[in-house]
T-cell receptor
Framework: TQLLEQSPQFLSIQEGENLTVYCNSSSVFSSLQWYRQEPGEGPVLLVTVVTGGEVKKLKRLTFQFGDARKDSSLHITAAQPGDTGLYLCAGAPGSNYKLTFGKGTLLTVNP | DAGVIQSPRHEVTEMGQEVTLRCKPISGHNSLFWYRQTMMRGLELLIYFNNNVPIDDSGMPEDRFSAKMPNASFSTLKIQPSEPRDSAVYFC?????????????FGDGTRLSIL
């Protein structure tokens, strides 16, 4: 079983601060997805990265896929209360349907 | 556009009772997934359907769990008999293709509590 470890598990910061959360594995993934989940809702896809070293930006969010395709990071610049939520990474060992989810980082941005 | 629709949103029942969770995937999506989410184990895939056919049920905990997809617009997950350890949030998700790099669209989940 391929495991994805996310860190930190919990993060509480003030509005305007920057932060980085991590998703690590000892296994290689063909692609990796990041989702955000808000209380009482299902996860919503933010981005998919497929190439080692790939960097994608989504407004104030920057996603990077490690060169070896074993890890990924999510950096948020000038965090806002609306960024509050559970950030989940999900890796795919191959091209088939199966995703392995990490347990997530619960981010709280205080006004 | 309507997303994935799950019902009920909340279910509280006593152990031993039968529980049926329902899901309507996004129209046109041919892949459907049932997940269970807990604090301890995170999101776990229970079963995957492609074109209404169960492809992978290796995540189904035990024989008490069963899932069906009688047509492209409806799926059920049934637990009989239910036990307290089944308490979790159950999500249904759908996608256009059975490939891992395709986005999965999740419903808002059913929060199940077994007393």
């Amino acid at each position: 079983t391929q495991l994805l470890e996310q860190s930190p598990q919990f993060l509480s910061i003030q509005e305007g601060e920057n932060l980085t959360v991590y998703c690590n594995s000892s296994s290689v993934f063909s692609s990796l997805q990041w989702y955000r989940q808000e209380p009482g809702e299902g996860p919503v896809l933010l981005v998919t990265v497929v190439t080692g070293g790939e960097v994608k930006k989504l407004k104030r969010l920057t996603f990077q896929f490690g060169d070896a395709r074993k890890d990924s990071s999510l950096h948020i610049t000038a965090a806002q209360p609306g960024d509050t939520g559970l950030y989940l990474c999900a890796g795919a060992p191959g091209s088939n349907y199966k995703l392995t989810f990490g347990k997530g980082t619960l981010l709280t941005v205080n006004p | 556009d309507a997303g994935v629709i799950q019902s009920p949103r909340h279910e509280v029942t006593e152990m031993g009772q039968e529980v049926t969770l329902r899901c309507k995937p996004i129209s046109g999506h041919n892949s459907l997934f049932w997940y269970r989410q807990t604090m301890m184990r995170g999101l776990e895939l229970l079963i995957y359907f492609n074109n209404n056919v169960p492809i992978d049920d290796s995540g189904m905990p035990e024989d008490r769990f069963s899932a069906k997809m009688p047509n492209a617009s409806f799926s059920t997950l049934k637990i009989q008999p239910s036990e307290p350890r089944d308490s979790a949030v159950y999500f249904c998700a759908s996608s256009t293709q059975g490939q891992s790099n395709q986005p999965q669209h999740f419903g808002d989940g059913t929060r199940l509590s077994i007393l």
